[in-house]
Each structure stands twice: as structure tokens, then as C-alpha cells.
């Protein structure tokens, strides 16, 4: 069956470092393959997705995600994080017809 | 200003009591979804509607319902046979299905539910 796996449930970091969340898929063939982002009690935002072609992708907010098709994973950069970027991030990869499944999430702290 | 807003904001309902969750958006957009979030198992599709008047169960629809009448809403309705219903449910829609794309999802604000 299809899945997403991030395998960090909680990661903390200090503001002005560098991150990297990581996300692995399980999947046939090369997905559409999404990042997200919600504050607390917020609905989603998108931050970044891959279709196809160059295989690093930018996104808002100074994030970017790269695709490595040999390893299934989608995972996602910031050179420097910034407080307002704590929030939960969610990988996703979209199936036939439309629909998305989602990986468990990954809850970004920033410590000053 | 064109968006999806979902109502009410948090719900409280005591055990035995159906609850209907209320989803509406300008987008114009075919296909609606609803999804529901628990703590550390992210998003899981309860049900999708392409069309009015069509919907299909997603990955977890026992206990739920919905209806699609117009083009703008798709309330849900949290039944008395849902199990464990306390839950932040989601609700998102996009200009239609694709075939062999896809077709970006916008998402609402969502509804935390609780059950007393």
C-alpha cells in the first residue's frame, strides 16, 4: 500500500540554523509529492510541489525540497529558521484522481 | 475575497448525538473533500465529492455522512456510530479530479470537534 513516512515526530531547532525535515514515500511510481504547513488550529498551507523536472524545488517562506528518486524521499530545507516558522509540517504524496495521503507529520519547535 | 470557510470553529457534542459540520466555498471549484486530523497520524480522506449530487467514500467513512446538493458546500455529518469522533476535521476542495495530474487542494480552516 501507499505511505508516507516522516520518521521525526518532533524536531527542535535554534532560530537562525539550518533544517531539514525528512520524508520518505512508498510508491511505484514517481508521485506528485507535497509539503505543507499549519499553525495551531490553522488549516494547511502549501509550501512546495514536484511534478516533474528539475528535481529541487523552491517554495515560500525560503523553504526548498528536493526530490531523490534512488532514495524515495521528499525532504524539505530551510537555510535559516526563523521563530515563525514553528508549526507542523506535513509531507504528501497525490494519488490517481486526485486524492492526497498524507505522512504523520513532523511538530517544528524554534528555540531562541 | 474567494476561500473555503468552515463553521463552527470548535463543536461540542455529547455522546449519542449526530453533528453536522458545515463546509462553503467561492471558488468555483468542482471537487470538495473532507478530511480528518488526530494527533500524530496526520490527514486521513473520509469523503470526496467530484460533482453534485456524487460522492464516494474515502479511507475512513463509517460513522460519517455527507450530502452534496449545490456546488458550494459539502456538509458532513458525524454520526452516533462514529466510534471516536473528537477529532479537527478539515474540509478542502480543487477545480476537479484528475485523471492523470492533479489538481492543487485549497483547505479550510477546520472544525475541532469534541465529544463530551
Known amino acids: 500500500a501507499q505511505s508516507v513516512t516522516q520518521p521525526d515526530i518532533h524536531i527542535t531547532v535554534s532560530e537562525g540554523a539550518s533544517l531539514e525535515l525528512r520524508c520518505n514515500y512508498s510508491?511505484?511510481?514517481?508521485?506528485?509529492l507535497f509539503w505543507y504547513v499549519q499553525s495551531p488550529g490553522q488549516g494547511l498551507q502549501l509550501l512546495l510541489k514536484y511534478f516533474s523536472g528539475d528535481t529541487l524545488v523552491q517554495g515560500i517562506k525560503g523553504f526548498e525540497a528536493e526530490f531523490k528518486r534512488s532514495q524515495s524521499s521528499f525532504n524539505l530545507r530551510k537555510p535559516s529558521v526563523h521563530w515563525s516558522d514553528a508549526a507542523e509540517y506535513f509531507c504528501a504524496v497525490a494519488l490517481y484522481g486526485n486524492k492526497l495521503v498524507f505522512g504523520a507529520g513532523t511538530i517544528l519547535r524554534v528555540k531562541s | 475575497d474567494g476561500g473555503i470557510t468552515q463553521s463552527p470553529k470548535y463543536l461540542f457534542r455529547k455522546e449519542g448525538q449526530n453533528v453536522t459540520l458545515s463546509c462553503e466555498q467561492n471558488l468555483n471549484h468542482d471537487a470538495m473533500y473532507w478530511y480528518r486530523q488526530d494527533p500524530g497520524q496526520g490527514l486521513r480522506l473520509i469523503y470526496y465529492?467530484?460533482?453534485?449530487?456524487?460522492?464516494q467514500k474515502g479511507d475512513i467513512a463509517e460513522g460519517y455522512s455527507v450530502s452534496r446538493e449545490k456546488k458550494e458546500s459539502f456538509p458532513l455529518t458525524v454520526t452516533s456510530a462514529q466510534k471516536n469522533p473528537t477529532a479537527f476535521y478539515l474540509c478542502?476542495?480543487?477545480?476537479?479530479?484528475?485523471?492523470?495530474?492533479?489538481?492543487?487542494?485549497?483547505f479550510g480552516p477546520g472544525t475541532r470537534l469534541t465529544v463530551l
Open positions: 510508491y511505484g511510481a514517481t508521485p506528485y
Open positions: 465529492s467530484q460533482i453534485v449530487n456524487d460522492f
Open positions: 478542502a476542495s480543487s477545480i476537479g479530479l484528475a485523471d492523470s495530474s492533479y489538481n492543487e487542494q485549497f
